[in-house]
Structure formats: structure tokens, C-alpha cells
């Protein structure tokens, strides 16, 4: 049984800077639990949660770790609802001190969040 939490299907790096990841929003999700009863709404945390999976995924197939430390700029500009499909755009820029993950969640063709994850490498 897989994390019932998690909404990520398939998480891909297009290059060393880009990752794109689909995820589905199932109707059953815990996020929904008392949010909203008769109007449910994915809580906007849960779309920066989706975000910090992709990372943290495709940073394990890499063998490598970041530790978020400040989240910048980060909108809301539509609901999701149970049953939407979603597509994760990131792109990543170190900065040399830290490393910038900004990002676009669209739901169809429409942005539904977007914002910076401003993490650091940890190094093993």
C-alpha cells in the first residue's frame, strides 16, 4: 500500500535543471477531510507538499538530499477539486549557497500554485 497521502503518479528530469511530475487527486484523499464538507477544496499545503515529493524523488534517484529551509512567493490562484489530473513543472537554479526550486502546478491548462522552495544540498 502506497502512501495515502501522496498525490505524484510519475516524476521525470527533462534535464539537470528541469523536473516534471502528473499527479491525480483522488476523491477518497485524506487532504479533503474537512476541507470543505459539501465543497471540497485541495488544501494548498498539500500542492506544496506535491512539490517538495518531486524533489525529494528525483534528488533519490540521484543519490543526493536537500533540506527546504523558506518557501518565496508562493500563490494560490485556482481551486483544485477531487478527481483533477496535475502537471508539475520545476525548475531548479543553484545559487551557490542555496538551491531554488520555482514551480508552476496546472490543473488542465490553468496555473492552480506557483512559488520558489529555497533549499540547501546536504552533503552526505
Known amino acids: 500500500m502506497g502512501n495515502q497521502w501522496s ?4 516524476v521525470k528530469a527533462t ?6 511530475a502528473l499527479a491525480e ?11 470543505f464538507p459539501g465543497e471540497p477544496i485541495l488544501p494548498g499545503i498539500a500542492l506544496v507538499h506535491l512539490v517538495e ?3 525529494d524523488q528525483l534528488a533519490l534517484k540521484k543519490g543526493e538530499e536537500y533540506q527546504i529551509h523558506s518557501l518565496k512567493r508562493i500563490r494560490f490562484t485556482q481551486p483544485v477539486r477531487p478527481g483533477d489530473k496535475l502537471s508539475v513543472n520545476i525548475n531548479a537554479e543553484n545559487t551557490g549557497k542555496d538551491v ?3 514551480f508552476k502546478v496546472l490543473c488542465k491548462e490553468n496555473i492552480v500554485s506557483s512559488g ?6 546536504i552533503n552526505k
Open 7 to 10: 498525490l505524484l503518479k510519475e
Open 53 to 55: 515529493q518531486a524533489i
Open 25 to 35: 487527486v483522488p476523491a477518497d484523499s485524506p487532504w479533503f477531510s474537512g476541507h
Open 116 to 121: 520558489v522552495i529555497v533549499a540547501k544540498k
Open 100 to 102: 531554488l526550486f520555482s
Open 15 to 20: 534535464n539537470n535543471n528541469h523536473i516534471e
